[in-house]
């Protein structure tokens, strides 16, 4: 199985955790999966649409007119659903989407999502970053140091508390989302193509701490500024200067007095 990368306060592989017994033994089983999703989504539904049946709508308590003799069809009120401003007929009332789904499908359904991204490489548990203050900049430079398989969107930030330091300096980046660990789902760990797990909260979901493995950091290199590029200005040649009008040139001064000679 494959191990867990564990990141270090820069977005540095530092170790390697196995993945617990609970994951690693859980097949990976699409129809629960598919069935515990289209429940999460459907439960997420409000439900509260809502229409008025000839019941509710205020008005027509009087017969519009008499039951025979009229040549008219007999009508009881005017508000049947027939009528202008009646009532509507098997219109959608509030109501509850979300289906049952057993306890054991969502908790296979559950482990099984998070073992098809450990196999990939997708999933990786960071460290506690120790920032002070939240830095937008820190997190994108985090997450540049990161494998490649964990660099990609949309990206989930798994923490327990989403007003942390760690949790404001990510939830500024396009494409990468921050949730608390009381509110993970099936369906947001099918959506998201790479998670980051906070150690402490995936400790408490498998159940007792990791066993890791030191390895040698390798960060990666800085980037290299690309240096601005500058228009070049085509010089144009410069031009002769032409003499005044009224200097001739001195060969031609010479040849006008000669010839006045002659």
Excluded: C
Excluded at 33 to 56: D, P, Q, S, Y
Excluded at 231 to 255: I, N
Aim: hydrophobic share 40%; charged share 25%.
């Amino acid at each position: 199985m494959t191990p867990l990368p564990l990141l270090n306060s820069d977005g540095v592989t530092v170790g390697r955790a196995a993945l617990a017994p609970q994951f690693a033994e859980q097949p990976i089983k699409q129809h629960l999966i598919h069935e515990t999703v289209v429940a999460e989504l459907a439960a997420r539904r409000a439900g509260t649409h809502a229409t008025r049946n000839r019941a509710a709508v205020r008005g027509g308590g009087a017969k519009p007119w008499r039951q025979k003799g009229t040549g008219r069809a007999r009508q009881g009120s005017t508000r049947a659903p027939q009528w202008t401003g009646g009532g509507v007929v098997f219109g959608p009332s509030p109501r509850t989407y979300g289906g049952k789904v057993n306890r054991k499908v969502r908790q296979q359904a559950y482990r099984a999502a998070l073992r098809a991204h450990a196999e990939r490489g997708s999933l990786a548990l960071i460290e506690p970053l120790g920032w002070d203050v939240p830095s937008t900049k820190r997190a994108v430079e985090y997450l540049r140091q990161v494998p490649d398989a964990l660099n990609v969107r949309p990206l989930l930030v798994v923490v327990d508390d989403i007003q942390s330091v760690a949790a404001r300096s990510f939830r500024n980046i396009e494409g990468v989302y921050i949730l608390a660990a009381a509110e993970l789902e099936v369906v947001d760990i099918v959506a998201a193509k790479a998670l980051l797990f906070a150690r402490e909260v995936w400790e408490r979901i498998a159940g007792g701490p990791a066993e890791v493995e030191a390895v040698t950091p390798k960060p990666k290199p800085a980037e290299k500024k690309a240096a601005p590029k500058k228009a070049a200005k085509a010089e144009a040649p410069a031009a002769e200067e032409e003499p005044p009008a009224d200097q001739a040139p001195a060969a031609a001064a010479d040849q006008t007095s000669e010839e006045a000679d002659a």
